[in-house]
């Protein structure tokens, strides 16, 4: 790799509005070039997910739920999926990465109740998302 060039993760689940968008958000304030991508995306990045991030100073506003299928033709150091096993059909990136991993979140969009009940499991799920984003990040971005 050369010298100063970031290292490429993508982070891939079903819909790309919650969790995949929270770990790009977490991986590129850890110095990955990170993108998120789904295999059904869904229309807009989940406001919850951006009203969890923008607490802690990182801003997903901008971004947009978008198709695996725009990241077959590019090469990724890591290749990243974070949806819940046991409910879903975890995507299968068939495109070059050097490392392929999962790492299994619950989909906070699945959350019923009052606002407050909400957005506390959606903080759940970004915490989560958090120590797994510094402990690949500690594993693979500074090797």
Same mark, same amino acid.
């Given at each position: 790799? $050369? ?18 968008? /929270? +770990?790009? *958000?977490?991986?590129? $304030?850890?110095?990955?070039? &990170? !993108?998120? +991508?789904?295999?059904? =995306?869904?229309? $807009? ?9 923008? $607490?802690?100073?990182?801003?997903? &506003? %901008?971004? @947009? =739920?978008?198709?695996?299928?725009? !990241? ?7 290749? +990243? ?15 070059? &990465?050097?490392?392929?991993?999962? %790492? *299994?979140?619950? #989909?906070? +969009?699945? @959350? @019923? ?8 499991? !959606? ?5 989560? /998302?958090?120590?797994?984003? #510094?402990?690949?990040?500690?594993? %693979?971005?500074?090797?």
């Amino acid at each position: 790799m $050369e010298p100063n060039k970031k290292k490429k993760i993508l982070i891939l689940c079903t819909g790309n509005s919650c969790r995949s968008q /929270i +770990a790009e *958000g977490f991986a590129k $304030e850890a110095g990955w070039e &990170s !993108y998120s +991508a789904g295999t059904k =995306p869904e229309i $807009e990045t989940n406001p919850f997910a951006i009203k969890v991030m923008a $607490e802690l100073g990182i801003d997903i &506003s %901008y971004h @947009t =739920p978008k198709s695996i299928h725009e !990241y077959l033709d590019e090469k990724f150091f890591l290749v +990243a999926t974070v949806c819940d096993n046991a409910k879903e059909t975890c995507p299968i990136f068939i495109g070059i &990465s050097e490392h392929q991993i999962h %790492y *299994g979140f619950k #989909d906070p +969009a699945d @959350t @019923t109740g009052s606002e407050k009940e909400i957005t506390e499991v !959606y903080r759940k799920v970004r915490d989560e /998302i958090r120590v797994w984003m #510094d402990t690949i990040s500690g594993d %693979y971005l500074n090797n």
